[in-house]
């Protein structure tokens, strides 16, 4: 069963930055053969997609608000998806989630993706 394990959330004040890492193993294929994705979630909402980098790097942003603030990374050696988060504001205060995709494509849909981490609390103060 594929394992997903965010860390780095935290407090933070707004204008701030923060880095989370998505730690992921055992995947089927290695894990340059994945899509991986950041979502997050407010408590009584959904859980929204943010960001995802395909398997040759490519990233795709689906939320306008995180646009040139939050750009997404891997490192295939390590195993690892990087969400890095600058100008941050409290309306970004939420639960984070990382995922690895079914495929080598990047999608905005969680059925797409097969193993999730437990979140990461990411709260920004104004």
């Known amino acids: 069963q594929v394992q997903v394990m965010e860390s780095g959330g935290g407090l933070v004040q707004a204008g701030g930055s923060l880095n989370l890492t998505c730690t992921v193993s055992r995947l089927p294929l290695y894990f340059s053969q994945y899509a991986m994705g950041w979502f997050r979630q407010v408590p009584g909402k959904e859980r929204e997609g943010l960001l995802c980098i395909n398997w040759v790097g490519d990233t795709t942003h689906y939320v306008d608000s995180v646009r040139g603030r939050f750009t997404i990374f891997r490192d295939n050696p390590r195993n690892i998806a990087i969400l890095q988060m600058n100008s941050l504001i409290p309306d970004d205060t939420a639960v984070y989630y990382c995922?690895?995709?079914?495929?080598?494509?990047?999608?905005?849909?969680?059925?797409?993706?097969?193993?999730w981490g437990q979140g990461t609390q990411v709260t920004v103060s104004s």
């Open positions: 995922a690895a995709g079914k495929s080598r494509t990047c999608s905005v849909s969680e059925s797409d993706f097969g193993g």
